[in-house]
Structure formats: structure tokens, C-alpha cells
């Protein structure tokens, strides 16, 4: 009922730029979308999954102290898709992001509050 479909990724130099799109669709998050707060994920091969951004259900944004400052997570409802512009992008930034949909709203940084994963968009980032 509920789907997310990253988008965005690439091979980018260090310092440079991308910006990754997430599409949610399904009846049960189209017709509550206003209540969800979304999320964005990464992990690198071989590492634990790294929260990275947040946006609650009343626009509140969240940041890890990693990428506060380069980073940042934005929404539009209207279009059920959140995006996160990513600046100034590091060689340790090299993973794969995933957005996350939470029915409580909240923002959290933790993973197990998110109940809908998108399948991750490769992020790679050469020096």
C-alpha cells in the first residue's frame, strides 16, 4: 500500500553535487500523506544503516551532525516526493540511500520507527 522509489544517484567528483528524488505512491500514503513524516538512509558496504535526514508531519527538519550544513531534506506533498540536495559531497559519502516513510510523524532518527523503504539509489563519490 505503500512504495517508495529513489531516485538521483550517480558517480559525482568530490565537492561536488547531486540531488536525489523519492516518488511515494500507494492508496495508504496518498491518502495520509500529511500525517507521514519521511526520512533518508544511507549505508556503505560493509557499515550499519546511517540515518541522515529527517522531515516530521509538521515540517520539522532533522539532520545528523555528518551532514548538517551540506545536506538538506525538503518535501512536497502536493507531489508525494521528498528530495535530499546533497553539497559538497566526500569520498566517505560513497553508499547506498534509501528514503523511508514513518505513519507516526515524528522524524525520528531511528530506523525501526520507518515501516516503508524505498529500494536505494547508488551514491558514489570519487576523489
Known amino acids: 500500500q505503500v512504495q517508495l522509489v529513489e531516485s538521483g544517484g550517480g558517480l559525482v567528483q568530490a565537492g561536488g553535487s547531486l540531488r536525489l528524488s523519492c516518488a511515494a505512491s500507494?492508496?495508504?500514503?496518498?491518502?495520509?500523506?500529511?500525517?507521514?513524516?519521511m526520512g533518508w538512509f544511507r549505508q556503505a558496504a560493509g557499515k550499519e544503516r546511517e540515518f541522515l535526514a529527517a522531515i516530521s508531519r509538521s515540517g520539522a527538519t532533522y539532520y545528523a551532525d555528518s551532514v548538517k550544513g551540506r545536506f538538506t531534506i525538503s518535501r512536497d506533498t502536493a507531489k508525494y516526493t521528498v528530495y535530499l540536495q546533497m553539497n559538497s559531497l566526500k569520498p566517505e559519502d560513497t553508499a547506498v540511500y534509501y528514503c523511508a516513510a514513518d505513519r507516526g510523524g515524528s522524524g525520528s532518527r531511528l530506523s525501526s520507527f520507518y515501516e516503508n523503504w524505498g529500494q536505494g539509489t547508488q551514491v558514489t563519490v570519487s576523489s
Open positions: 500507494g492508496r495508504t500514503f496518498t491518502t495520509y500523506a500529511s500525517v507521514y513524516a
